[in-house]
């Protein structure tokens, strides 16, 4: 069974970055086929997909986020990781990982239970 559980601060400043790593367990972040994401919710907003890294290393971004999110994975901790620059209170938000299936429509069949992160000073 499937797990993914999100880790980091609860509280960030304004113009510094965040970083959030989720940790999967019952899987491997290399198997054939999958891709593990960040998607996020702001307050009274729907959900916000905003990037993701292949089993193959292979990352991608949306295009509103692209200039200040990167996200890497270290393969001997199961873990991959997000880093968010130059926030904004804007970017306050629950912060949910997930696999991505890319053998089923690129759904979202695995989610952490998510995290929420505020942006203030």
């Known amino acids: 069974q499937v797990q993914l559980q999100e880790s980091g601060p609860g509280l960030v400043k304004p113009s510094q970055t965040l970083t959030l790593t989720c940790t999967v367990s019952?899987?491997?972040?290399?198997?054939?086929?999958?891709?593990w994401g960040w998607i996020r919710q702001p307050p009274g907003k729907g959900l916000e997909w905003m990037t993701a890294i292949a089993f193959s290393g292979v990352d991608y971004y949306s295009p509103s986020l692209k200039s200040r999110t990167s996200i890497s994975r270290d393969t001997s901790k199961n873990q991959f990781t997000l880093q968010l620059r130059s926030v904004t209170p804007e970017d306050t938000a629950v912060y949910f990982c997930?696999?991505?299936?890319?053998?089923?429509?690129?759904?979202?069949?695995?989610w952490g239970k998510g995290t929420l992160v505020t942006v203030s000073s």
């Open positions: 997930a696999r991505v299936d890319g053998s089923m429509y690129y759904g979202m069949d695995y």
């Open positions: 019952g899987g491997s972040i290399t198997t054939n086929n999958y891709y």
